[in-house]
């Protein structure tokens, strides 16, 4: 079984977490993606009543298009459950995300929900962050010097460019750095620095965020929940 079979896995449990009436936040990627289709056969099937927020324009279109109310989280009270994907998950549920560079609008909505779930296919599940780059959003305005601040923490930034060359941008227009750490023994540590970087708009590491994750496996969902 391939990852993207083990991500839909994932989506399709997450689809049973919602309920009647929820507001709900909606995340970016390829196992939201599915978890979009999920959740829109049950409100065809079900009638379920569901207002959401999204992350990316991505998402909102494809869950507009498939029936789901969609809303500006400026219009939106308290969100009741934000389900989204993440590039990299630790035994004690902290995590990376920003593979796809929605981290800041990811990390607005999760900031903004009562709760949060992460889907993700079995190999996203590792005993330390940091083999996957840890994506940072930056201000163009002085790229250059940041970088070299950055450089000089043994951080190894690296601007991320689309498959064409050129560079790519967030939904503000900014730019991002992935960090080719290797291993994030402190992530609180390194998250209260980045946190303290002017020109750093803000972080993939996503600590304390999320109390629940679906794991998708060959075998089928396994839901690890975290202690209280
Ligand atoms: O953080 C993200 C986008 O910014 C995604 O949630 C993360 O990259 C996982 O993506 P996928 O579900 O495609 O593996």
């Known amino acids: 079984m391939n990852a993207d079979q083990m991500k839909q896995i994932a989506a399709e449990k997450a689809a ?5 009436g929820m507001m709900l936040g909606l995340g970016t990627g390829s196992t939201v993606f599915y978890l979009v289709e999920a959740v829109a056969r ?3 099937a079900e009638g379920l009543q569901l207002t959401a927020v999204a992350t990316s324009s991505r998402t909102a279109k494809q869950a507009s298009e498939l029936g789901i109310k969609m809303i500006d989280l400026n219009d939106a ?8 994907g993440a590039d990299e998950i630790s035994a004690d549920f902290q995590g990376i995300k920003g593979g796809g560079g ?5 990390k607005i909505v999760a900031l903004n ?3 949060n779930l992460w889907i993700v296919d079995e190999s996203k599940i590792v005993p330390q962050l940091g083999a996957f780059p840890l994506p940072i959003e930056v201000i163009p305005f ?3 010097k940041l970088t070299q601040r950055l450089e000089a923490e043994d951080l190894h930034p690296v601007l991320r460019r689309q498959a064409n060359g050129e560079l790519f941008l967030t939904h503000n227009k900014n730019y991002i750095l992935d960090l080719h750490i290797g291993n994030i023994p402190h992530p609180h540590v390194l998250g209260e620095w980045l946190d303290h970087q002017t020109g750093v708009v803000e972080h993939g590491l996503f600590l304390d965020v999320a ?4 794991v998708g496996h060959p075998a089928g969902p396994e839901v690890l929940q975290a202690p209280r």
């Not at 049973?16 to 009647?20: K, L, N, P």
């Not at 009270?77 to 989204?84: A, F, G, M, N, S």
């Not at 109390?211 to 679906?214: E, P, Y």
């Open 16 to 20: 049973t977490y919602v309920e009647d």
């Open 42 to 44: 049950r409100v065809q």
């Open 77 to 84: 009270p308290t969100l009741d459950l934000t389900i989204d």
């Open 102 to 106: 929605a981290l800041l609008l990811e």
């Open 113 to 115: 929900s009562r709760r």
């Open 142 to 144: 002085g790229l250059a």
């Open 211 to 214: 109390k629940t994750v679906v």
